[in-house]
Structure formats: structure tokens, C-alpha cells
């Protein structure tokens, strides 16, 4: 008996689930760490500040912040920009307040820099910038979590790089092997081929929401992966038409 096939379609199948598993890790950890900056502080009457923030640093790494100060008025304002590093309303957390002088529709860049010394829980740290309301020039606010972690000593970028490349690439290696063969078998394996497709796509647009800080999606998508995954795997073992 040629055993070829199957121990193909389990390795693929192996594969497949190697690349899903590192894609919605990583997603999960930064949205986390994009949540934890978002719902600690709640300014309802605040617009949108412009934040730039490094996605992943490493723990000896130093990254830097730069946030947009702006002012909408036609005179001279000096709001107070509050910045804050760490976990939100704990003693460990860094504060660091400057009052910037900013003529009529003027916009100025600042600039924090930050490290490992600033995290929270030991793996994120969480940013919140604060643009006070200065007379009619209305409040602005920013946020964002920066990962911490490092693979092989290399910094937070290429380590980030390294990370969503590996989960594509065990994707694309787990349904190249796979999916030939479970076409071959046609009708029999189609739930299991759409649960594929689906998780597949899920772990895509999990990494994508993550890389763009659009946390309130990643959120979702997060927890339809986490079905998405429970049912490709119970089909795999148990279906009616299962692997082997």
C-alpha cells in the first residue's frame, strides 16, 4: 500500500496549521497590546491624533514616537501635550507633559522615544498621547501598542518581517501539498477544503488588521479564526470524510 498520499496530505495539513497558528498569535498579541492603549482612557470629545508608533521592537531596542500637534484656530495657541508610557494609571507608568506654542493653522511634530523600561505585563508598550483643549482649538488624542519581542537577537522590524513571512509561507507550503489531493478525492472532502479556504483567508486578514493597528477588527476576525480553526480540525479527525 503506498502510503505517499496520506503521509503528503497530513504534512501539508501540519504545515497549514503551523502557518495559521503563528499568524493569529502574533495578530492576537498586538491587538492586545493595541487594546490595552485604546480602552484605558476615554475622551469622547476628542479628535483623532496623528501617532506614529514601531509596530514590535526588541527588548534592547530604543524606537521612537512622533505624534502631530495641530492647531484648527486662526491665532496663536499653547496647549499641553501629555504623554503617557507604561500601563495606563499605574505608578510605573512614565509621564512626560510640554507645553508647545503653535501659531494659527500650524501643525508641529513631537517626539518620545521609548524602550523596554516602559512595559507593560512584560511585553507591550502601551502609548497614549493627549493634545489638551487649548480655548476653541478642540482636544486630540492618540494611541497605540508596541510590541516586544525579538527572534535570533535581530530587532523588532526584521523579527516582525520574519514572523508574518513564516506564517504565509507555512501556508502557501500546507496548501500546495494538500489541496491537489483533496481535490483529487472531489465531493467527499469539499467541507473540508471550504474550512481551509476560510481559515486561510481569516489568518490573511488577521496579520492585515494587525499590521494596521485596526485592533476593533482584529477583534472579530480573531474570534471567527478561533471557530473557523476548531471546526478544520475536528473535520480533519472526526468528520465524515476524514483525512484518512
Keep these: 500500500m503506498n502510503n505517499q498520499p496520506v503521509l503528503k496530505q497530513w504534512l501539508g495539513t501540519l504545515l497549514f496549521l503551523i502557518g495559521t497558528a503563528i499568524g493569529l498569535t502574533l495578530s492576537g498579541f498586538m491587538t492586545w497590546g493595541e487594546m490595552e492603549s485604546n480602552l484605558a482612557i476615554t475622551l469622547p470629545d476628542a479628535k483623532g491624533l496623528e501617532l506614529s508608533c514601531p509596530l514590535m521592537l526588541a527588548y534592547n531596542e530604543t524606537g521612537t514616537v512622533q505624534a502631530v500637534i495641530v492647531n484648527d484656530t486662526e491665532r496663536e495657541i ?3 501635550v501629555k504623554a503617557g508610557f507604561g500601563q495606563p494609571d499605574s505608578l510605573a507608568q512614565q509621564k512626560i507633559e510640554d507645553t508647545i506654542i503653535l501659531a494659527a493653522k500650524k501643525t508641529q511634530s513631537v517626539q518620545y522615544t521609548i524602550n523596554s523600561s516602559q512595559s507593560a ?16 482649538n478642540a482636544p486630540r488624542w492618540g494611541a497605540c501598542g508596541v510590541l516586544l519581542f525579538s527572534l535570533f537577537g535581530m530587532n523588532g522590524a526584521s523579527s516582525l518581517a520574519l514572523i508574518v513571512t513564516s506564517s504565509l509561507l507555512f501556508l502557501a507550503a500546507g496548501i500546495y501539498l494538500t489541496y491537489p489531493i483533496l481535490i483529487a478525492r472531489g465531493d467527499a472532502l469539499r467541507s473540508l477544503r471550504q474550512a ?9 486578514t488577521a496579520l492585515i488588521s494587525a499590521l494596521f493597528r485596526w485592533w476593533g477588527l482584529s477583534i472579530i476576525i480573531e474570534a471567527i479564526s478561533l471557530i473557523a480553526l476548531g471546526t478544520f480540525i475536528i473535520d480533519s479527525l472526526f468528520g465524515q470524510h476524514k483525512l484518512i
Excluded at 507591550?124 to 487649548?134: D, F
Design 78 to 80: 499653547k496647549p499641553v
Design 121 to 136: 505585563f512584560g511585553r507591550i508598550i502601551p502609548v497614549n498621547i493627549i493634545q489638551s483643549r487649548y480655548s476653541r
Design 196 to 204: 481551509g479556504g476560510v481559515l486561510a483567508f481569516l489568518t490573511i
